[in-house]
Nanobody, 115 residues
Framework: QVHLAESGGGLVQAGGSLKLRCAAS????????ISWYRQAPGKQRELVARITSGGATNYADSVQGRFTISRDSLQMNSLKPEDTATYYC???????????????WGQGTQVTVSS
């Protein structure tokens, strides 16, 4: 069994920074693409940032230049009230050498940006 857990959310003023972390545990052989999504109340879940196993990254236009994804964290700078949402980490993980890969999601961490 594999478990993902996010941490680092909280309340911050506009212009501030937060660093979210995503920790994987359990039976893990390899971790592929890691993504961060967010969902604000009444809105659809949206992709924030993604990083491949090779380190290639891509970002939503709304966070480009402000957020930086790494293999274990999401650094968020110059936060805006519209960044307020629950942030989820997801990863494609293989548990064994010859097994298939599955997508796992964390429970989410709340980020609130006050104006």
């Amino acid at each position: 069994q594999v478990h993902l857990a996010e941490s680092g959310g909280g309340l911050v003023q506009a212009g501030g920074s937060l660093k979210l972390r995503c920790a994987a545990s359990g039976r893990i052989f390899s971790i592929g693409t890691i993504s961060w999504y967010r969902q604000a109340p009444g809105k659809q879940r949206e992709l924030v940032a993604r990083i491949t196993s090779g380190g290639a990254t891509n970002y939503a236009d709304s966070v480009q230049g402000r957020f930086t994804i790494s293999r274990d964290s999401l650094q968020m700078n110059s936060l805006k009230p519209e960044d307020t949402a629950t942030y989820y980490c997801t990863a494609t993980i293989k548990s064994t050498y010859n097994g298939g890969a599955n997508d796992y999601w964390g429970q989410g961490t709340q980020v609130t940006v006050s104006s």
